[in-house]
């Protein structure tokens, strides 16, 4: 990518499995850096330009790349965001998976002082974190998406433009409905193919040549057959995903069947205590289930409210 011409200063706030490659891009793409992470040891051994607390960071253009606006709330409290406002901040974006009505409430909060909130959420993982070919999914007014666009592509293959703050977040929730009922399935096929004594290995290969082909059976099913499930997307925020997908279903009317399923059975992952493994680990849940009682995911449904 060429170096753009009077790049905007940029701020990355969390580097985690996804904030730490989308870090490496925006830098490499020529766009003036500083981070900050929770952790402060990772922040400096990033190799950009650190900063010990998020008040310090002086940026056009702030990312965050923290597991929801809740956390992002905390560490940019009002005698922040003033501070921010005053040093030249004039967009925020939110790459992390939240709901459409927390983004507007952080909208509304910020606009106060004159920064103009994106919602941009990142779908493709770690991998594709990475690699550079996130598709983002962008809620903004079209001033602050002109604006903040150079920025997403340095690190996206797929940006696309949804509509106004909070239009990206419920496109991911749609993204998210599909990945993880996708990733049950994955898991179920996987089960009943070694229940059926069939080689897993092969199974997953005449699975990629046939319309069972995609990307999370590419991601997941190695994850699944080795048990391996040190942390891409975790357990955890897989649910969180969930639960805005289908409090977001509540509001429109939408029913969602096969989504509440899929919720009740990450909601089991976690009190399995497995919320901070890799999203695969619902496997060891389907798995149980035909093992131990039989019981169908559906009898869970509800046990939990939405959040």
């Known amino acids: 990518m060429s170096r753009p011409l009077n790049p905007p200063g940029v701020a990355v706030l969390g580097l985690g499995p996804m904030g730490a490659p989308v870090a490496g891009h925006i830098a490499r793409a020529g766009f003036p850096l500083q981070v ?8 400096d051994a990033s190799g950009h330009r650190s900063v010990a607390r998020p008040g310090e960071l002086r940026a056009r253009i702030v990312l965050s790349v923290l597991p929801d606006t809740d956390q992002f709330d905390e560490v940019a409290p009002e005698p922040v965001v003033r501070r921010w406002a005053a040093g030249g901040t004039t967009h925020v974006a939110v790459l ?3 709901s459409p009505e927390r983004v507007r409430g952080l909208a509304e909060r910020l606009g106060q002082h004159g920064l103009a909130v994106l919602d941009a959420p990142m779908s493709g993982g770690d991998t594709g974190a990475r690699a550079g070919t996130l598709s983002l999914m962008v809620g903004a007014d079209p001033e602050a998406y002109r604006t903040v666009e150079p920025v997403l592509r340095s690190f996206a293959a797929t940006v696309e433009h ?3 703050p909070g239009a990206g977040s419920a496109a991911k929730l749609c993204n998210q409905v599909i990945v993880a009922g996708t990733l049950v399935a ?5 089960d009943l193919g070694r229940r059926a004594n069939l080689s897993g290995e092969r199974l997953v290969r005449v699975l990629r040549g046939g319309l069972a082909a ?3 059976l590419d991601a997941k099913a190695g994850k699944i057959l080795d048990r391996d499930y040190r942390p891409g997307g975790s357990a955890a925020n897989q649910l969180k995903d969930l639960r805005h997908a289908t409090a977001l279903a509540d ?9 509440r399923r899929t919720r009740a059975l990450f909601e089991e992952v976690l009190r399995r205590g497995l919320g901070a493994a890799d999203h695969a680990a619902v496997y060891e849940i389907v798995t149980a289930h035909g093992e131990d009682d039989g019981q169908d995911a559906g009898e869970h449904d509800g046990e939990e409210g939405d959040r």
Do not use: H, I, K, Y
Not at 36 to 43: E, F, K, S, V
């Open 251 to 259: 509001a429109l009317g939408a029913r969602l069947p096969q989504t």
């Open 162 to 164: 949804m509509g106004p």
């Open 214 to 216: 995609g990307a999370v």
């Open 186 to 190: 994955v898991a179920e096929a996987l």
């Open 36 to 43: 900050w992470n929770r952790t402060r040891a990772t922040a």
């Open 96 to 98: 992390s998976t939240t």
